[in-house]
């Protein structure tokens, strides 16, 4: 079993920025960020694998979220900068261990954090 502790999330305004942590009761392969606005599936945002720490994101998020991880804490970070409504969400910490094909698609991911709200407003 792996245990995931999320912290970081927070209301701010549009353009703002917000950094979000997820710290893992032991190291796991694959760690990733995933998102859920109410009414929407969930979506992921950011993953990283390995120990050399390959990244990957979706689409909406590229240059302006950084997924990093500090391996000797267990933990990764998500750090979000300018801030866009449409980037309100509940957001979960998720980890695997074995590789993922599709690291970026929820059902490959078997422990799962509680979650934390990011609101942003216009």
């Known amino acids: 079993q792996v245990q995931l502790v999320e912290s970081g999330g927070g209301s701010v305004q549009a353009g703002g920025s917000l950094r979000l942590s997820c710290a893992a009761s032991?190291?796991?392969?694959?760690m990733a960020w995933f998102r859920q606005a109410p009414g929407k599936e969930r979506e992921g945002v950011a993953a990283?694998?390995?120990?050399?720490?390959?990244?990957y994101y979706t689409d909406s998020v590229k240059g302006r979220f950084t997924i990093s991880q500090d391996n000797a804490k267990n933990t990764v970070y998500l750090q979000m900068n300018s801030l866009k409504p449409e980037d309100t969400a509940m957001y979960y910490c998720?980890?695997?261990?074995?590789?993922?094909?599709?690291?970026?698609?929820?059902?490959?991911?078997?422990?799962w954090g509680q979650g934390t709200q990011v609101t942003v407003s216009s």
């Open positions: 032991r190291y796991t392969r694959n």
């Open positions: 998720a980890a695997a261990n074995p590789y993922l094909n599709a690291p970026l698609v929820s059902h490959g991911y078997n422990y």
């Open positions: 990283i694998y390995g120990r050399g720490g390959t990244t």
